[in-house]
Every structure is written in C-alpha cells, then in structure tokens.
C-alpha cells in the first residue's frame, strides 16, 4: 500500500500533495493533474513539480535488497514503473560499493608500487633483454612532459613491439621485474575486482612511472649505444635470440592481419611458431610474409571452390607456409620481398634493435638475421 511522507507544514499544500497520491482501492490515482490544477488555481505543468517539492511515497514491500530501504516515488511517472525495482539494489549503496570498491583499487596501486620498490635493484644489474624492453617502452609510450609511460591502449597498434600480444610480454617482463611502477594516475577501471576479493590489473590500460632516473637511464643508453657493446651484441645469444623473438612477432602479425582480410581464423599455436622460425633462419620477414600471402590466398581460394568450412581451410595454411620456404629453397629461388602493410609500421622496439643498435633502417623487415648478425 502507497505510503506518503508530507514534507510541508502548510495545510493547502498539504492537501494539493494528497490529492496528487490519493488512490482509489484498485490502486489508481483518484484526480487527474488537470483537475488538482483546476481545483487549486494552479497551471497543470506546474503541478508535479509543486509536489515533488513537498512530498513522496514509498511502498513498504518494494525495497533495497541491500540496505533493506524502501524506494521513494516523487512523481506519477516514476510509480507506474515501482515494480522495475523490485529485488533491486538501489542507488545509495551502488554508490557505496563503488566507493568501497575504488578504496581497494588505489590501496592496491599503492601497495604495488611499495613492493616494487622494495624488490627494485640496481638497473645496470640487468640484462640486455631488460634493459632493450624498458629503453623501447620508453621512446614508444613516454608522455610529452617525460614523466610517465602512458597506456599503451591510448596508442595505435605496433607502436611498443609488432605484436599486441608481444605489448603484453614485455609489460610484464618490466612490472615483474619492478622496472615500471604502476602509476598513481592510473584509471580505476584498468583494474577488477571480483567476489573472492581476487583481482586483475589490464596492463595495456595502465599508466606507469619509470622505476629509475633519467641519470641512470641515460648511462644504459650510453652503454648500450658505444662501439663496443654493439661489436659484441652481434655475438650475444640473447641479444640474436631477442631479435628473433621480433621478427617471429612481425610474421604472426602479419599473418594475423591476412587471415582477418580473407575472413580466416586460425589458432595459432606452437606449430605456427615452429614454421615462421624455421622459415626466418633463411629468409627475411618481408619474404616470409609472401610465404604467408599466398598460403592465405591459396586457402581462402581453396574454401570457395570446395565445401569445406573455413577453418578447416586455414588450418591447412602453416602446411601450405611451410611447403612454400621447402620449394624456395630446394629450387634456390630468388622469393620476392613484400613491401610492409601500412597497418603494421615498424615499432619501436625493432627501430631500437635493428636501426639503432645494427645501424640497418628497418633491416628487421628487410634482411635476413644471419646477414644482420654476420
């Protein structure tokens, strides 16, 4: 049953915000607005409002799950829709839970940070893999004032690595080994809280702080950038291993963006890997990707003319890689390079390796590694 909460001392408003609610025993209002308007000289548009200032309602058998709080009605219009919160939590305590869950997220912020802090050691006591990630994450996602890393989502694709998913790794690689800080300016949405009290931070939606000064920085690229730490990262098995990992990323990529251009879908797992790096110990990345483009186009050719489903159809493609570099090496082809896809420029960490640190503008894409490191 309609309940009404008078909130004037004034008997004729009193009696104008009784007639608004007055109910009939179905439940109907009694008075149209006009006639309330008609009745006590009003003008009728001006009548709602008149209670709203006044007065509401509430039913005591719908209310807030949570707070066990009736909802209260101001207006016809908001009653007729009463049942719509029924088992319903209402705006009061989603608001608190909001607030209570944004309390946990930047305690949690605060807490990375100080253990980052504690576990953080000296930057010149990293390795050159570390080290080249951080330098690139830099150049890539540094801010205009050169005080934070921004997220990496707020960039176009292939501006840390070639790869969405190589973006992640080395995110990963720099907060695990407290090279990053997770930033106090961080949105609270890049972070979720489940009911277990379980959480995941999206790495790509964070901001970060830089672990380290520019001073210490500075003498990493200074050490990295002589002659002769570059004569020697030629014969570093991490150093060929990392430029590797880039160019395997730039063919995923790739491969990625042709099967999405002929509506193939294709999971990629250890057996892809195995096939690019097979194909990239002799050939560059810009002729593994015509290997690819016509495996793709074979396929997707192969679907049209035959009644097959499309992945079965793309599942076919590494087979297909795979014999194309067989037949390019058994009859020593000369395999036309092609040219970079416009959606896929080169990132910022195969400028760092292959331009700035081997001194080849773009050699990552264009030349194979055995030439590069040679």
């Not at 080249?132 to 840390?160: G, V, W, Y």
């Not at 002589?226 to 990392?242: A, G, H, Q, V």
């Amino acid at each position: 049953m309609l309940q009404i909460k008078l909130l004037t001392d004034d008997e004729q408003h009193a009696r104008i915000c009784e007639d608004y609610w007055r109910q009939d025993e179905r439940g109907e209002f009694v008075l149209k607005v006009e006639e309330i308007a008609a009745s006590h000289g009003m003008k009728q548009q001006d009548v709602p409002k008149f209670v709203k200032k006044n007065a509401f309602v509430w039913r005591q058998d719908i209310f807030c799950v949570q707070c066990k709080k009736a909802y209260l009605y101001t207006s016809r219009a908001q009653y007729k829709e009463k049942y719509r919160f029924r088992n319903q939590v209402c705006a009061a305590c989603i608001e608190a839970e909001r607030r209570d869950i944004n309390e946990k997220k930047k305690s949690l912020i605060l807490d990375m940070r100080r253990n980052a802090q504690k576990g953080k050691i000296d930057l010149s006591s990293f390795g050159l893999t570390s080290k080249i990630f951080l330098l690139s994450t830099i150049k890539a996602l540094i801010d205009q004032t050169n005080t934070k890393i921004e997220p990496l989502r707020s960039h176009p694709a292939c501006t840390l690595s070639p790869d969405p998913d190589y973006d992640k790794i080395i995110l990963n690689h720099l907060i695990g080994n407290y090279m990053l800080l997770v930033g106090v300016g961080t949105r609270l949405d890049a972070i979720e809280i489940n009911e277990n009290e379980h959480y995941n931070v999206n790495i790509d939606r964070c901001e970060y702080e830089l672990a380290y000064s520019y001073g210490q920085i500075s003498n990493v690229i200074e050490d990295l950038l002589n002659d002769s730490t570059i004569n020697n990262l030629k014969r570093s098995s991490e150093f060929s291993y990392l430029c590797r990992e880039c160019q395997l990323y730039e063919c995923l990529a790739f491969l990625k963006i042709t099967l999405e251009d002929y509506k193939l879908h294709l999971s990629l797992g250890e057996k892809t890997r195995l096939v690019l790096n097979q194909c990239l110990e002799d050939f560059s990345v810009a002729q593994v990707c015509n290997f690819i483009w016509r495996a793709v186009k074979d396929d997707a050719i192969y679907h049209m003319r035959c009644p097959i489903d499309k992945r079965q159809a793309a599942n076919s493609t590494i087979n297909n890689i795979s014999r194309n570099m067989e037949r390019a090496l058994a009859n020593n082809w000369d395999v036309i390079p092609l040219h970079r896809n416009h959606n896929l420029p080169q990132s910022a960490l195969s400028h760092f390796i292959f331009d700035m640190l081997l001194g080849s503008r773009d050699g990552g894409f264009e030349r194979p590694l055995h030439e590069l490191l040679s």
